[in-house]
């Protein structure tokens, strides 16, 4: 019970952390201070404070999303590694578990969109939907490699046995991995170039205009969620290139500096890229099924 | 066996008391629900009974046949499938009760539950018989009381359309289903299905016996292309009819596959390749039509299709593992076949129960003329959430149990066999990917469009929920789903069992517990999110307190008309994955674009079209058309001319016996 207890706490804790190095490299590229690192928190903490306004249209449906899109974030979490501490829960199948909590908080998401009535959130439901269907085959190819290479079904072990014999004996193919799985994380979390979170209404396309009619309270458990899933993702691909048999500190610190190097990466792609033209984003995610299946005929190439 | 024989009996008696009562529909109603509990409870207890004692019986009834006798069996597998069929018979024939009450036809009412009954009868029959001819007795029995079913309303033109191409289609199927028995039978020297089951068959009548049987059986499973009778006949009947047909008839046919699985044991190669392309094209093919239907009940059908693709996956891997001697993966891959056989019937059951309760208070099931009923429907709508989880197979609820189970033994076989079977295999795991997210998209556009936002027409605001005795079946099988998605084990562990009696090698039961374990611990992750939920709920709770809460309208975006008519329709909902299929799907599109300056009328309608229905067995139908039309001129109507084609053909046979 601890051990997944103080897993939950350490993604709380963290999560919003990610965003706030996000934010900073992003000002950089501006030229501009930015806000603080800690503003992702201090945005999540005035949010929990502030009234709630609820459409007259919506029904108990809405006010479930929140509760769901939290819950599932954090469940998700208990089956991943933080470096070298593992995880509280693993069993034989658990990422496939892993996977469609996503799956159950998509179907709450786009539902409490969809139950406000409005058009705008209707489109941004209908988007989610759509390039969620395309993410989840490159994810799903992703777990194929991962499986080959490590020849088990818990994530924790896909990720990261036998570090150094896996890269180089299959490196090309995680490369592949890693490059594929970038790109999902950045779809799944509407991220540039898929999506502009930080424009609201006129520009942004998916996750934010689902979230429109969400206020306060429930506005700030989503928030936290979408951060937490962002946290969860980029540790699933930071775990990839995290040596095995690591002491407990030095495991975590190298853990720490590669989600450090994660969100500054995000943030260099934010800061030189613009947001895809929506009908191209399908475009974006075969390319990344078109790379993960290249690993596929390597891995069965070389017989593995 | 007493009491499977004693609920054979009772059902045998009500089928005479309502034949009997055809004019007295009050009485037929009680007449009809005392046999039915009877007989669906008898039935159910000896199902029960025979998963947990795990004895399996055989019975010869002193009553001959032609080429046999009467047997009937009990083993494990047939219990699986009689615990969902008498489970989803008795609710929807429950449910059927309120549904018809006051309904037109009232003077039909008791021929319909008669053959209610004669169908549930032979659904049992079909899943108990033991010798090929009872089998094929009970199946015929089955299509046609269907028939009759789905015809109940059968003033309409195109539920009689529906029911033909149904009964024509069915008996294309049982045609194959003769030569197949046939051929087993000539080999094995009887109609018995123990003593086919100890026969050897050659690989090649092997190979045979499979295209017939995957043909004969695929007609009823309703495997892409054999499926267009599905998506016609489920809208035309009565809902608790099709949620019977699609919850258990059609799973008739992959109870045959595997009777046909356990029978010959042997097959060549590239039958599990065939078995798994099958499951992959009906499986996507199946939930992209469905994204592209506007009507709720053919949208089920559809997903009925997906459903099966999905079960033809796992039997696909079974097979595999069993031909190859990987006995765990082999055994994974069929109980998930058959977990994914009981909860597809009990979560499309709820789904198409709760569409009927829909179609029954707005008259309409087009998606798109509906909107906002979760606050006039409550409990209709609750109960559609569910079922619209548990299909898309997410946690805590049944369809992710079974999907688990298949996806187990796809990963498994992905890294144990040889390099040509993984690439079908990787392909299989990529379709159920797409098959999940695809059926999300369906299910929030299906449930968002119909429950949720504001209603789309006038009258909405006149409806009220069904009566208690149409809600309490439907929360029957949500109660079902929910505790296999929270207390899997004991499902799963009946199913393995079962799994273990359709591969013809025993397996030790350590094998059992190996797999079995897993399932414990993501019974304690399920339990870790719902103590986060109810968590969050209380905090919630207690943190909105001291808030303030207040109402107000939609944010329209600085548009202040807006009206329920301009919310997001299902059709726009599901354009952005139909537009990038259209080439499959063969979307058609009419558009009458706006003129002049005060443009009279704007239209816009798609349509996405089956294209094995129109491009391909709509030829077949015209070419036997007109080769029949040209034949017809040997039918001139004069006696005189008949009594010479017999002459002739005398004198035909009479040459090739001298010769």
């Known amino acids: 019970m601890l051990p997944i207890f103080s897993h939950i706490l350490f993604v709380l804790a963290l999560s919003p952390l990610l965003l706030g190095v996000i934010g900073k490299t992003k000002a950089f590229f501006a030229g501009r201070w930015g806000p603080p690192l800690l503003q992702p928190w201090y945005d999540i903490a005035k949010l929990f404070r502030k009234g709630v306004v609820y459409s007259t249209t919506t029904s108990w449906v809405f006010k479930l999303t929140p509760v769901v899109v939290m819950a599932t974030a954090l469940a998700s979490c208990i089956f991943v590694p933080w470096g070298s501490i593992a995880p509280p829960v693993y069993f034989w199948g658990d990422a496939l578990l892993f996977i469609y909590l996503y799956g159950l908080m998509r179907f709450f998401l786009i539902i409490g969109a969809l139950d406000t009535g409005s058009s705008f959130e209707g489109m941004g439901a209908s988007r989610e939907a759509a390039f969620s269907c395309l993410s989840e085959i490159v994810l799903f190819m992703d777990f194929i490699l991962l499986v080959m290479v490590s020849k088990s079904l818990v994530l924790c072990n896909m990720l990261n046995t036998g570090f150094f014999s896996s890269w180089l004996s299959m490196g090309p193919v995680l490369v592949l991995v890693a490059v594929s799985f970038f790109l999902v994380m950045l779809v799944e979390n509407s991220r540039i170039p898929i999506d502009d979170p930080n424009t609201h209404l006129e520009l942004t396309m998916i996750h934010e205009v689902m979230v429109l009619d969400h206020s306060g309270y429930d506005l700030g458990l989503i928030l936290w969620g979408s951060y937490i899933k962002l946290f969860v993702l980029g540790s699933v691909l930071v775990s990839l290139f995290v040596p095995a048999h690591l002491s407990p500190l030095t495991g975590v610190t190298f853990f720490l500096c590669g989600m450090g190097v994660l969100g500054i990466t995000i943030g260099v792609v934010e800061s030189v890229m613009a947001r895809l033209r929506l009908n191209r984003v399908p475009h974006l995610l075969i390319g990344a099924f078109v790379l993960a299946t290249l690993g596929f005929i390597v891995i069965l190439l070389k017989g593995a | 066996m007493i009491l499977f024989s004693v609920s054979l009996a009772l059902l045998s008696a009500g089928i005479l008391c309502l034949a009997l009562l055809r004019h007295k529909p009050r009485w037929a109603e009680n007449v009809f629900l005392v046999f039915l509990t009877l007989g669906c409870g008898s039935a159910f207890i000896s199902a029960v009974d025979t998963l947990i004692r795990q004895e399996s019986f055989v019975d010869r009834l002193p009553w001959s046949l032609p080429w046999g006798e009467v047997t009937i069996g009990i083993d494990f597998v047939s219990a699986l499938f009689l615990l969902a069929v008498t489970l989803l018979c008795f609710l929807a024939g429950v449910y059927g009760i309120g549904y018809l009450r006051n309904g037109e036809h009232q003077q039909d009412i008791a021929g319909h539950f008669c053959l209610y009954l004669v169908f549930l009868m032979s659904l049992m029959l079909v899943v108990t018989a033991r010798n090929a001819v009872l089998f094929l007795l009970a199946w015929e029995g089955m299509s046609v009381s269907s028939y009759f079913l789905i015809t109940y309303h059968d003033g309409n033109e195109e539920v009689r359309q529906a029911g033909l191409l149904y009964l024509i289609a069915a008996h294309i199927g049982t045609l194959c289903l003769w030569v197949m028995f046939i051929l087993l039978g000539t080999q094995a020297g009887s109609m018995d299905f123990g003593r086919m089951s100890a026969a050897q068959f050659p690989l090649m009548l092997a190979g045979v016996v499979f295209v017939l049987g995957t043909i004969g059986f695929g007609v009823k499973a309703g495997f892409i292309p054999l499926h267009i009778w599905l998506p016609h006949a489920h809208p035309a009947a009565p809902s608790h009819v099709s949620a019977v047909l699609s919850g258990v008839m059609i799973k008739m046919g992959i109870y045959g596959i595997i009777r046909l699985i356990m029978m010959v044991k042997h097959f060549p190669p590239w039958c599990p390749a065939v078995l798994t392309a099958i499951g992959i094209v009906s499986g996507v093919g ?374």
């Open chain 2, 286 to 659: 199946g939930v992209l039509y469905a994204l592209g239907q506007h009507e709720i009940k053919k949208l089920l059908a559809y997903h009925s299709i997906e459903n099966i693709g999905i079960i033809a996956l796992g039997l696909g891997i079974g097979l595999w593992g069993q031909l190859n001697q990987y006995h765990t993966i082999a055994v994974i891959g069929y109980a998930g076949a058959l977990l994914h056989v009981f909860n597809h019937a009990m979560f499309k059951g709820l789904l198409f129960l709760s569409a009927g309760s829909v179609i029954r208070q707005t008259h309409t099931g087009e998606i798109d003329h509906l909107g906002g009923l979760l606050k006039y429907l409550p409990w209709t709508g609750a109960l559609f959430l569910i079922g619209s989880l548990a299909i898309c197979g997410l946690p805590l609820f049944n369809g992710f149990i079974s999907e688990w189970l298949v996806y187990r033994a796809l990963f498994e076989g992905v890294f144990s066999f040889p390099m040509e079977p993984v690439i079908l295999i990787g392909l299989a795991i990529i379709a159920l990917a797409l098959i999940g997210g695809l059926a999300l998209m369906c299910f929030t556009k299906a449930f968002g469009t119909v429950f949720l936002g504001q209603a789309r027409s006038q009258h909405a605001a006149d409806l009220k929920e069904n009566s208690a005795p149409m809600i309490a079946p439907m929360a029957v099988l949500a109660g079902v789903c929910v505790w296999i998605g929270i207390f899997p084990q004991t499902m799963v562990s009946f199913c393995l069992q079962g799994a273990m009696r359709i591969l013809p090698t025993a397996t030790n039961t350590a094998d059992m517990a190996n797999i079995l374990r897993p399932v414990q611990w993501m019974v304690l992750s399920l339990f870790v999110l719902i103590g986060i939920s109810i968590f969050l709920v209380l905090f919630r709770r207690m943190a909105m307190k001291n808030m303030s809460v207040a109402k107000s309208g939609t944010w329209g975006c600085g548009y202040a008309a807006a009206s329920p008519r301009m919310q997001y329709t299902a059709s726009s909902f599901a354009s952005p994955i139909v537009e990038l299929f259209r080439e499959v799907l063969c979307l058609r599109r009419a558009k009458a674009r706006p003129q002049q300056i005060f443009p009279e009328k704007v239209l816009v309608a798609s349509e996405v079209i089956d294209a094995s229905e129109h491009f391909f067995w709509r030829r077949i139908y015209r070419l036997m058309q007109e080769v029949c039309g040209r034949m017809k001129s040997i039918q001139c109507g004069y006696a005189q001319i008949y009594v010479l084609y017999i002459f002739i053909f005398l004198f035909l046979i009479l040459i090739w016996k001298v010769t």
